[in-house]
């Protein structure tokens, strides 16, 4: 079941994303995060206005997904950038597919233009989740990582959505 985190999904989207950071290179981050860096994160999204969805399974959070500015200038305020992460053992059930399915169908809700996602050249199974739902790959960034020892690059890829009709500049 997708639907909206609440505050009682921290602990176990903690754990993903922990297990994300200290085993894979779907995480440019070193070091684990704290259950006071969740909840801060969180915030900032409903501050926002940004959802996180969360697969729950039992009762339990399985997978989440969320978005936020592809980059800080204003002009950009079309496009977004999500992420998504599925507990190891809840992989290859179509989670993925659907909480990214969420994140499309929220940015057109909201009448956005683009979404991207930046993904380690290596992840065959996201590059193949994302090219399935439309994504097309827009950029191959050699070595712009390093993590367990080793260059990382980094894929960018872009879905391209209808919206906004009648996009406005201030």
Known sequence: ??????????????????HAIEHTTAVFEYR?????????WFRGKHA????VFVASEGGRVIGFASYGP????????????????????????????????AVIDDARARDLHVVMAGITADNAISLRLHEKLGFVEVAHIPEVGYKFGKWLDLKLLQLV?????????P
Request: charged content about 30%; overall charge neutral; aromatic content about 8%.
């Open 48 to 51: 926002a206005s940004i959802p």
């Open 70 to 101: 592809f980059r800080a200038w204003p002009a950009y305020k079309y496009s977004i950038e999500l992420s998504a992460y599925v507990e190891v053992s809840a992989r290859r059930r179509g989670l993925g597919t659907e909480l990214v399915r």
């Open 1 to 18: 079941m997708i639907r909206l985190a609440t505050d009682a999904d921290l602990a176990d989207i903690l754990v993903i994303y922990n």
């Open 161 to 169: 959505l209808d919206g906004p009709a009648k996009p406005i500049e």
């Open 32 to 40: 684990p995060q704290t259950l006071d860096m969740r909840r801060e």
